[in-house]
């Protein structure tokens, strides 16, 4: 029970995990594999915590520039500290480095896997404690090869899950109206968000949005670039469909910035951009004093980061419109968690057990590494 302990072990995984098919969207396209970074922190009691980084370089950054991060900048500031200092190493992990946010919101998870493991608690105890046992599954329907999603559709149905995110704008506007008009008819019982992943010129994007929004999705988001917040206000006072942010918001200064311009209705909260579960928290509570609603996003992730965000979710009231937790059970063609990450019925299950509730297969992260430090 001691988080006076001491940090004394500080190892950092780069892998490179296959997948099963080509994902599309807005700005890029992810196929072959995807690349993480695992971090496992040792306490001097033997106690261990791991936390995930998971970087796109079109989005946050680079796996070069997370392994880097770890490695370089922030094991110093973390060996030799002791467990229970979580909140003045993170400030001063914010402070070591500008943005390598997936590289802080890994020290984060590790750290309160550390903590969770030594006290005996879930993760989302040491957030504030569980407002929800469950939280809903989204999957994206990305495959540039539509009989491919056709085909997960299929099994999404058999598996219970009932909400799916249509990625948008990575070819032309004729092909995001058939697919649409193609769930409509044959998977009615779908509830079909829609997201352009900045994908729209701002030429196109009044008349586009308009198009989609005819289909009654439960929210359209990030339709344009990320700065363009004129245009992201415009787009959400010329259709009652809920706008969403989603590159436009990274951490909590964003969010506020958001709110005050009036550029979205609600706005995905992904624990890789806002650089950690508290900070990640404090987005959706900035968007929730401002009347909007905020949903459960991912990156390109495996079970370890699904893991976090899912504590994360389950301490935060303020995140109501589900999770979007696929990658481990749909998209990667193995992950790393030494048991499945737990999906039932169309919702993600939390964890009760210590820690983040689940561990990475040692044998796994040393198969798929591409480098090991140290």
């Excluded at 899950?161 to 990625?167: Q, R, W």
């Excluded at 990274?250 to 579960?277: N, Q, W």
């Amino acid at each position: 029970m001691d988080l006076q302990q001491t940090i004394t072990g500080f190892d950092v995984w780069h892998l490179a995990l296959p997948v099963v098919s080509a994902r599309d969207h807005g700005i890029g396209r992810v196929e072959g594999v995807c690349e993480i970074l695992v971090l496992r922190l040792a306490a001097e009691g033997g106690a261990q915590g791991f936390g995930e980084a998971s970087p796109w370089s079109v989005f946050t950054g680079t796996p070069e520039a997370s392994h880097a991060a770890l490695d370089r900048y922030l094991r110093p500031i973390v060996l030799g500290r002791r467990v229970g200092d979580r909140a003045a190493i993170m400030t001063e992990a914010t402070r070591a480095l500008a943005h390598c946010t997936e590289a802080k919101a890994a020290l984060e998870s590790a750290l309160l896997d550390l903590a969770g493991h030594i006290t005996g608690q879930p993760v989302w105890s040491l957030l504030g404690g569980k407002c929800r046992d469950s939280i809903p599954l989204s999957c994206s329907i990305a495959n540039p090869d539509f009989n491919a999603d056709i085909e997960l559709m299929h099994r999404l149905r058999e598996d219970k899950v009932g909400l799916i995110k249509l990625k948008t704008g990575f070819k032309d506007h004729a092909f995001d109206i058939m697919r649409l008009e193609r769930i409509a008819q044959d998977f009615p019982e779908f509830r079909v968000r829609v997201d352009y992943n900045q994908g729209l010129e701002i030429e196109q994007a009044v008349q586009q949005v308009l198009d989609v929004a005819r289909f009654r999705p439960d929210f359209i988001e990030q339709p344009v670039r990320a700065h363009h917040f004129d245009m992201m206000a415009r787009l959400r006072d010329l259709t009652d469909v809920p706008l969403l942010a989603d590159e436009s918001v990274f951490g909590p200064e964003d969010m506020v910035r958001a709110a005050r311009e009036g550029i979205c209705d609600g706005v995905s909260v992904k624990i890789m951009k806002s650089g950690g579960l508290t900070r990640g928290q404090t987005v959706a509570r900035i968007a929730a004093a401002n009347g909007l609603t905020a949903y459960g996003g991912d990156m390109f992730e495996a079970g370890l980061a699904h893991l976090a965000g899912t504590h994360m979710i389950a301490a935060t009231p303020e995140i109501t419109l589900g999770c979007e937790f696929y990658q481990a059970s749909y998209f990667l063609k193995e992950d790393i968690l030494e048991t499945p990450f737990p999906v039932r019925d169309g919702q993600v299950v939390v964890p009760d057990g210590p820690g983040l509730g689940a561990r990475p297969d040692v044998d796994k992260l040393n198969h798929y590494a591409v480098r090991r430090s140290p």
